[in-house]
């Protein structure tokens, strides 16, 4: 069974930091690709970053330079190093992967940037 858990999120003051993580178990976790999406009330959910098995990344333009996705394959743990936070990156953060064709969400951990 696939189970991500993701922790960190939180309250933080515009122009902090935050460091996500999402735990994954069920999974050959240095094989899969792992990506860390957004959601807002009344938007789109959105890719923010990912991170595949070679380690190449990919950022959503509005995190590039700000935002930082890393993993470590021994503790099955993908990270979500945020800085320079914005009002705009305020959502619930979701981390996902997928595993013979069939995506997996975990529940998510809430990111609020105060003005």
């Known amino acids: 069974q696939v189970r991500l858990v993701e922790r960190g999120g939180g309250l933080v003051q515009a122009g902090g930091s935050l460091r996500l993580s999402c735990a994954a178990s069920g999974i050959n976790f240095r094989l899969h690709n792992m990506a860390w999406y957004r959601q807002s009330p009344g938007k789109e959910r959105e890719l923010v970053a990912s991170i595949d098995s070679a380690h190449s990344r990919t950022y959503i333009e509005s995190v590039k330079g700000r935002f930082a996705i890393s993993r470590d394959n021994v503790r099955n743990t993908v990270f979500l190093e945020m800085g320079s936070l914005k009002s705009d990156d305020t959502a619930l953060y979701l981390c996902?992967?997928?595993?013979?064709?069939?995506?997996?969400w975990g529940q998510g951990t809430q990111v609020t940037v105060s003005a």
């Open positions: 996902h992967t997928t595993r013979q064709g069939i995506g997996y």
